[in-house]
């Protein structure tokens, strides 16, 4: 997918971190793209129960953290996931592995956590095994620390692989991220979690209905 074709589109949402059914539901009924799930158990937004039916224009996306290729395995096939988020130090050999596993249609996400120094061009080598990227704030936690890196440095990308953009995202960012889409750059889509909660887990269904009346809701 070129950079053309990215920016005649609109940018997908991924709304992340879900935990309780009515509140799926209720985020569900919105039409994101994507919803996320979080298999850590160390995160406050830990998932562990049944993920209730979707409309099948919703990709489900389970998020592991230094988690095995087996467990994985089980986990997608438990929950009927369509797509694999790989937020630890996950390395290339592991990718490889675990895309020669899955099933051909499950994507994989590959998550990078974002500082001042950080250096795009070790994105390379995990280009072969990865359907998308996402680039994160690097912080204390893999996810949901809710803060933002500075987008400026996103002129150093230099892979043609579509990313998400996560940290800190909310509805104030909207125009922001518009501006963004501008540029060179092959931002497929934008990964909210933190800034549209009521509590953890539990995701504010007007802010995400705000949110995504500037995005598109599914691709």
């Known amino acids: 997918m070129t950079t053309e074709d990215l920016q005649s589109r609109t940018t997908a949402v991924k709304i992340c971190g879900m935990k309780e059914s009515e509140n799926i539901l209720e985020i569900a009924s919105l039409q994101p793209a994507y919803l996320g799930f979080i298999f850590a158990m160390k995160s406050v937004r830990y998932f562990e129960g049944t993920i209730p039916p979707l409309p099948k224009a ?6 592991f953290v230094a988690e095995s290729i087996e467990n994985i395995l089980q986990t997608v096939e438990k929950h009927d996931l369509q797509v694999v988020q790989l937020h630890g130090n996950e390395s290339v050999i592991f ?3 675990l895309k020669k596993q899955l099933p051909s249609d499950i994507e994989i996400i590959k998550v990078f956590s974002v500082g001042s120094d950080f250096d795009f061009e ?3 080598a995990f280009e072969d095994y990865c359907d998308y990227f996402l680039l994160d704030t690097k912080g204390k936690f893999p996810g949901g ?3 933002q890196f500075d987008w400026q440095i996103l002129e150093n990308y230099g892979s043609k692989k579509p990313f998400f953009l996560s940290g800190g995202i909310g509805v104030d960012d909207v125009k922001a991220i518009q501006q963004l889409r501008k540029k060179n750059v092959p931002l497929f889509a934008i990964d909210c ?3 549209l909660e009521i509590s953890a887990g539990i995701k504010n269904k007007q802010q995400c209905e705000e949110l995504l009346e500037n995005f598109a809701v599914s691709y």
């Open 95 to 97: 990718c490889q592995e």
């Open 58 to 63: 919703i990709k489900k996306v389970g998020v």
């Open 122 to 124: 070790i994105l390379e």
């Open 193 to 195: 979690n933190s800034k």
């Open 145 to 147: 620390n809710g803060t």
